[in-house]
Nanobody, 128 residues
């Protein structure tokens, strides 16, 4: 069991930047991947970015590629999401997730059903 706590959300102007953090605790030695998902009002929870814990390989949704960067600090069991060039449509609650089961394939990273630990979410609001 891994516990996740997000931080760094807030209000930012369009075109601005924000960095989210997610600190993991508990049985972190079993973590294979960590990722970020977001949910806007009236929409399904969608994949944003993920990182393979072993080697730092990254995965991004097409909509954020080139603007968002996911990274990790293995010593701190923390994952970050650097968000640049933010748009109003990026407004959502952002959730950190961890996967502690082995999986092969892209869906291991972009499918929320593959993750088994979730943070409480942090609100990101981008004003236009």
């Amino acid at each position: 069991q891994v516990q996740l706590v997000e931080s760094g959300g807030g209000l930012v102007q369009a075109g601005g930047s924000l960095r989210l953090s997610c600190a993991a605790s508990g049985r972190t030695s079993s973590t294979y991947a960590m990722g970020w998902f977001r949910q806007a009002p009236g929409k399904e929870r969608e994949f944003v970015a993920a990182i393979r814990w072993s080697d730092g390989n990254t995965y991004y949704a097409d909509s954020v590629k080139g603007r968002f960067t996911i990274s990790r600090d293995t010593a701190k069991n923390t994952v970050y999401l650097q968000m640049d060039s933010l748009k109003a449509e990026n407004t959502a609650v952002y959730y950190c997730a961890a996967r502690t089961t082995y999986c092969i394939g892209y869906e291991c990273y972009d499918n929320p059903d593959r993750y088994n630990s979730w943070g409480q979410g942090t609100q990101v609001t981008v004003s236009s």
